[in-house]
């Protein structure tokens, strides 16, 4: 069983990445490198311009699943958010479903089953969607943030706008994993089948965490961001 507890600025960031490899993505997306000797997490953060509340706000909540609250909440920088989530969306739409399109074409290349074809158009038209959504987001969401950080009201948009149509784009995956799993087509090379497969789960987990960052830390924080500009209006 996963030992849950609240990492502090002053813990190893050694002790962070053996406990939970997932501090590995996180710290990726803040430009963060390894080679982190015994130095703790704030004098790697210090070192590299990263926010350190923010940080660990986003690694505490992937560990314990607890968002911030109340003050908390406060501690958080919306500009190195925006940032992290940015790289996540890079992440995603660069990197990982790319290489998991590469690994599940080259597994059933010698396939002439219809269901092959149906593999791959699904997977593209589910990597067009989180494509969609995630530009929507840099382009839409972001951008009002921005303006919002300036001390501006843009429109009649508000960010409950996007928390009320946020989907959880990872749960369409679920419906590929069964594809995958009840209909893998004859002619396949099985490794890199079952290695597409296993990137699929990864892929779905890492999406679900990226809803849930955005969902349980992003909103809140920009909905006090949106009361402290009302306020000083």
Known sequence: MKHLQKYTASDKMCDLIGDNYSVLQV?????????????????????????????????????????????ELDTISVPALIDYLRQSH??????????????????????????????????????????????????????????????????????????????????????LKNILIKYCPVQTNATLFYIALHDIFACEEGLEWHSKIEDYLFVPAILNLERRVRNVR
């Open 90 to 175: 890079l992440y995603f739409l660069d990197l990982c479903l790319p290489a998991i399109r590469e690994k599940l074409l080259e597994a059933i290349a010698y396939s002439v089953e219809n269901v092959s074809y149906l593999i791959l158009k699904f997977f593209d038209e589910y990597t067009q969607a989180v494509r969609k959504h995630m530009e929507y987001e840099d382009e839409t969401v972001f951008l009002y943030v921005e303006a919002l950080l300036q001390g501006r009201m843009t429109g009649n948009y508000q960010i409950g706008t996007y928390s009320k149509h946020h989907d959880q784009v990872g749960e369409t995956l679920t419906e």
């Open 27 to 71: 710290m990726s997306r803040f430009g963060l490198s390894l080679g982190v000797g015994d130095k703790t997490v704030k004098e790697i953060c210090d070192a590299n311009n990263v926010d350190c509340p923010t940080f660990l706000a986003i690694v505490n909540f992937m560990n314990e699943g607890f968002p911030c609250i109340g003050d």
